[in-house]
């Protein structure tokens, strides 16, 4: 009996879990290579919203959180998962870290003299000799991503933007 009671509270919950969480578009769900693979990139930036519209539509997931223009309250809102690809504004950004530095290790956080703060989010590690407040430059990649690279090294790591 009190299997049954569980098995009906689980079936009576999941749906409501699950509505709870934030739609995920196709960009965010697959890797690049997936993407690729399924001949998503081929897709203009208005169709793939309608293909994720579609699918948001037939979701359980079909609550989208309200993401503010920029955390940030004004500025700056490159980095930020609130907008479409299309609207983007994909030009780099340069600027320096702030104090010493001494590469990435696979969690790293970069403060920017600009008042950004990236996150690394890939777990590449890269070492170099201690450098103080050295140039960086951002770059927008595929599919909402930004690489971090430092000027007169030819590594790069995948951030995400966090204030």
Same mark, same amino acid.
């Given at each position: 009996?009190?299997? !049954?009671?569980?098995?009906? !509270?689980?079936?009576?919950? $999941?749906?409501?879990?699950?509505?709870?969480? *934030?739609?995920?578009?196709?960009?965010?769900?697959?890797?690049?290579? #997936?993407?690729?693979?399924?001949?998503?990139?081929?897709?203009?930036?208005?169709?793939?919203?309608?293909?994720?519209?579609? %699918? /948001? &539509? /037939?979701?359980?997931?079909?609550?989208?959180?309200?993401?503010?223009?920029?955390? $940030?309250?004004?500025?700056? &809102?490159?980095?930020?998962?609130?907008?479409?690809?299309?609207?983007?504004?994909?030009?780099? %950004? $340069?600027?320096?870290?702030?104090?010493?530095?001494?590469?990435?290790?696979?969690?790293?956080?970069?403060?920017?003299?600009?008042?950004? %703060?990236? #996150?690394?989010?890939?777990?590449?590690?890269?070492?170099?000799?201690?450098? #103080?407040?050295?140039?960086?430059?951002?770059?927008?990649? *595929?599919?909402? $991503?930004? /690489?971090?690279?430092?000027?007169?090294?030819?590594?790069?790591?995948?951030?995400?933007?966090?204030?």
């Amino acid at each position: 009996m009190k299997k !049954l009671f569980l098995i009906i !509270l689980v079936c009576i919950f $999941t749906p409501s879990l699950f509505a709870q969480q *934030a739609f995920s578009s196709l960009e965010e769900q697959m890797t690049g290579k #997936e993407f690729n693979a399924t001949g998503l990139d081929k897709l203009t930036p208005d169709e793939l919203a309608a293909l994720n519209e579609w %699918i /948001r &539509g /037939r979701s359980l997931a079909t609550l989208d959180e309200a993401k503010p223009a920029s955390p $940030t309250g004004s500025g700056d &809102g490159r980095g930020f998962e609130n907008q479409r690809i299309s609207d983007m504004d994909r030009a780099p %950004i $340069t600027s320096r870290i702030v104090g010493k530095f001494t590469g990435w290790d696979g969690q790293t956080t970069f403060k920017l003299e600009n008042g950004m %703060i990236w #996150e690394q989010a890939d777990k590449d590690k890269f070492y170099i000799r201690e450098v #103080e407040n050295p140039v960086v430059t951002i770059e927008p990649g *595929a599919f909402k $991503t930004w /690489r971090l690279s430092v000027e007169g090294y030819a590594s790069v790591c995948r951030v995400e933007r966090i204030q």
